[in-house]
């Protein structure tokens, strides 16, 4: 083919207008259908379908109504197995604009140290096309439990962190400040902090929407960007996966189910007192020993 | 923004999977909607996959469908309260390298189909309900209205593959309400036993070999309907489906009916110990050839259970819903082809295809089968009664001698239809419904 004579010129991209947020999600499997195996009492993973982490919705959620208000662009940030394209795909429905998966086999194994890592690492990355402003997280998630990934990812991005956020009650984008609403051990914090920051939703602050036609159909045909460790920009293989966790899940199991019964007891009697006295009784007679303890003289 | 399709799917079980399929093989340009969570999610676990249906569609499907066992024994019971008399059938030539029916659990295995269908190149929206069909001026179906904001969606064809309630087909006028004597009330539950438990209780060598039984008589409780038990690889599926005009009639609870036949000494052993995963009630079309409502018309067609296409006689119906979802998506394929609108009178190559295949000449042969049994309960309470207590006289050695007993026992199968005619009667009613 020939050369083209004149090349062809980019239209210049309009500026981005409004807030860049990134919102992490994980995607877990759903905990109210997991099944222990009634006799080798393991955990059975298989066939339970995946959710996106519940805690993460009131994240996505409270992302979308800024973005809804100030105008901007929210993408969901994901890191697992390719199959966790499926969230990403879901969130999509939810009305995200766009959604990066983060899969590689090196990520295997990673602890909430390693995953903090490798997400701000590709916090970074999508940083260095637009700074972002707000990267939300769930308060936890429903399958770790930790509550460590989004701090971690404050830290090393070196973010202010807003955890366990119930409201955010105002944003300005011209000063670059927001306030929000923070549980706090007997308490309510309101907290005024800088943008960028990263803000971890508490659960039950917000419903989260049901996506339009337009959503849905956009997030079935959308592509999902899946970049490897080396596209997210993560160098250093060992603060990734199993070697970058210094975490070690040993065993998980259901607890054994416990031997004794509940039981019903017959007490004559209406009064408090008599059946306070006619319970202590029944359990002294079974446990002698606790007779002995609970009835001896305090030194 | 409005969207364009050359066909919108309603639904995601067997025949709208395979509709969908087919035609975005093609290179329709296809959107399914399914109201479930994913496809599968409201869909009856536990059921026997047909082989053929499937790999008309996809050949190479056993290679990563998630399949339970195969099938290398069935059974048929007659029970009474009990006792139950059996025939069996077992074949090692069912171990065969690409076998024929297939246990399965719906809920993976229709996850599975449809991810067949996105592969394909179709577009699924799922947790979305389909409330009703826009049409133009002229009557003419071009699109759907969801239960989501932002809609319409306008398409070339709208498949009506939503089973067996026909809810859309109804609002939107194109057929009438199923009527609750042509509709059997199923409930069933997925029980789970470990693998070996499966394969030493139903004496099956093979890892991947299956039982079904299908059971007739004090199931039903006088009800028409029937029981049935599938192995599955670490679970048994069990349940008992009868018309829910009986149900309704007769106020019986099916679950308390479910319970009644676990707990029958025939089938108590067989379930020991298991441990209960799941429990569904679901709708099965029984009404058969007569109740086949209108399939075809300006713009939509219908597929699977929502056209009553399920032969009961067979217990077959995820068959005959992927047939008849592909025969439509060779119909829409060929008319786009011929760049031919679709109408009722194109359609017409739709319902030919479904009258040349097994779909309508297997209806067709069953045609009177759902009337007789409806107005002939002594099939499901006599008979295997009478069966299984004959059966017993004949194997108690009790000093009677053996001339007394069989004269004993013809005179009680005569008496419990009043006399020899009425037997002779009931075998005739029967043949003429077969024929
Ligand atoms: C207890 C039981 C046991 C059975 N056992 C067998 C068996 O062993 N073998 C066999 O071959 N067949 C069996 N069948 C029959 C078989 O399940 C059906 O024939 C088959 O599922 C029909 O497929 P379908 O796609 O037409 O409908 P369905 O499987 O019912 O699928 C319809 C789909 O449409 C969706 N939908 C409905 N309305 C809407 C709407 N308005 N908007 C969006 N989505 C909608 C539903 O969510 C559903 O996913 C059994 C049925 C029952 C109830």
């Known amino acids: 083919m020939d050369e083209p004579i004149i090349e062809a010129l980019e239209p210049p991209k309009p500026e981005p207008k409004g807030l860049n947020i990134v919102v992490c999600i994980k995607q877990v499997p759903d905990s109210a259908q997991i099944r222990v195996h009634p006799v080798t009492n393991t955990i059975m993973r298989q066939g339970v379908p995946t959710i996106i982490n519940p805690y993460d ?48 086999r090196r990520f295997a194994g990673s602890d909430t140290l390693a995953t903090s890592f490798a997400l701000a690492t590709a916090l970074g990355k999508i940083a260095e096309e637009r700074p972002i402003d707000i990267v939300f997280t769930g308060k936890q998630t429903i399958d770790g439990d930790t509550a460590q990934v989004g701090p971690g990812i404050a830290r090393r991005m070196g973010l202010n962190q807003l955890t366990y956020v119930s409201a955010i009650d105002s ?18 914090q309101v907290l005024r902090s800088r943008l960028p920051c990263l803000i971890t939703m508490l659960e039950d602050t917000n419903t989260i929407r049901r996506g339009s036609i337009q959503d849905l159909l956009r997030a079935a045909r959308a592509p ?26 040993k065993r998980v199991f259901a607890p054994s189910p416990r031997a004794e019964k509940a039981e019903m007891v017959t007490i004559e009697g209406k009064a408090p007192a008599q059946i306070g006295d006619a319970l202590i009784d029944l359990l002294f007679a079974r446990d002698p020993k606790l007779e002995a303890v609970m009835t001896a003289p305090r030194p | 923004m409005s969207d364009h399709f050359d066909a919108i799917v309603v639904g995601a079980g067997p025949s709208g999977n395979a509709c ?60 009474s309260e009990k006792s139950h008399t059996g025939a069996q059938y077992r074949s090692d030539e069912f171990n065969e390298e690409r076998p024929n029916r297939y246990t399965i659990l719906r809920a993976q295995f229709d996850k599975w189909f449809s991810r067949q269908v996105r592969a394909a190149g179709a577009v699924l929206i799922t947790e ?46 194109l057929r009438p309400e199923i009527k609750a004597n042509h509709v059997a009330l199923a409930v069933k539950e997925t029980l ?24 007739l008589g004090s199931v039903s409780s006088g009800m028409v309907g029937t029981g049935f038990l599938y192995t599955n690889k670490e679970s048994i599926s069990i349940g008992v489906g009868c018309l829910l005009s009986d149900f309704a009639e007769t106020k019986i609870a099916p679950y308390a009916l479910l319970d009644k036949f676990k707990q029958h000494p025939s089938v108590a052993p067989l379930l020991k110990g298991a441990e209960m995963k799941e429990y569904v009630a679901h709708l099965i079309p029984e009404g058969g050839y007569d ?3 209108r399939l075809t018309g300006d713009g939509w067609l219908i597929v699977g259970d929502a056209g009553q296409f399920v032969n009961a006689v067979h217990r077959e119906g995820s068959n005959l819903a992927m047939t008849s979802g592909r025969l439509a998506a060779e119909t829409l394929i060929q008319l786009r082809a011929e760049g031919k609108p679709v109408t009722e009178a194109t359609l017409k190559l739709y319902r030919d295809k479904l009258a040349d295949s097994f779909v309508m000449k297997d209806l067709k042969k069953y045609r009177k089968v759902p009337r007789l049994l409806e107005g002939n309960r002594q099939f499901f309470t006599t008979y295997p009664a009478v069966v299984n207590k004959a059966m017993q006289m004949f194997l108690r050695v009790d000093g009677v001698d053996k001339a007394s007993k069989e004269a004993a026992m013809m005179r009680g199968v005569a008496k419990a239809r009043g006399g020899w005619w009425g037997v002779v009667t009931d075998i005739f009613k029967m043949a003429r419904a077969w024929r």
């Open chain 1, 171 to 188: 944003l300005d984008l011209g000063q670059k400040a927001i306030v929000v609403r923070r549980r706090s051990e007997g308490g309510v």
């Open chain 2, 128 to 173: 979305t309900t389909v409330k009703d069909l826009i049409k133009d001026d002229a009557g003419r179906v071009i699109g759907v209205i969801t239960d989501r904001e932002g809609g319409p969606i306008y398409a070339n064809a709208v498949v009506l593959a939503e089973g067996v309630n026909g809810i859309v087909g109804q609002r939107a006028k």
């Open chain 2, 20 to 79: 969908a399929y087919v035609m975005a093989k093609a290179g329709l340009n296809v959107l399914q909607i399914d109201r479930g969570e994913y496809p599968g999610s409201k869909n009856v676990q536990g059921a026997i996959l047909y082989a053929d249906a499937l790999e008309r569609i996809i050949p190479d499907f056993r290679d990563d469908a998630p399949l339970e066992r195969h099938v290398i024994e069935q059974r048929f019971w007659m029970l």
């Open chain 2, 192 to 215: 789970f036993l470990p693998e070996e438990t499966v394969r030493e209780r139903f004496n099956l060598a093979g890892e991947e070999d299956g039982v079904v039984i299908e059971v």
């Open chain 1, 224 to 249: 999902v960007a899946i970049w490897s460790a080396e596209d997210a920009g993560v160098a250093d293989p060992m603060k990734c996966g199993l070697r970058g966790s210094p975490t070690v899940v």
């Open chain 1, 57 to 104: 919705l009131f994240a996505l959620e409270e992302a979308l109504r800024l973005r809804d208000q100030y105008d901007g662009q929210v993408t969901v940030l994901s890191m697992g197995p390719p199959m966790a394209e499926d969230a990403l795909r879901r969130a999509l429905g939810l009305g995200a604009d766009r959604a990066v998966l983060i899969t590689d």
């Open chain 2, 291 to 293: 109740a086949i409502p």
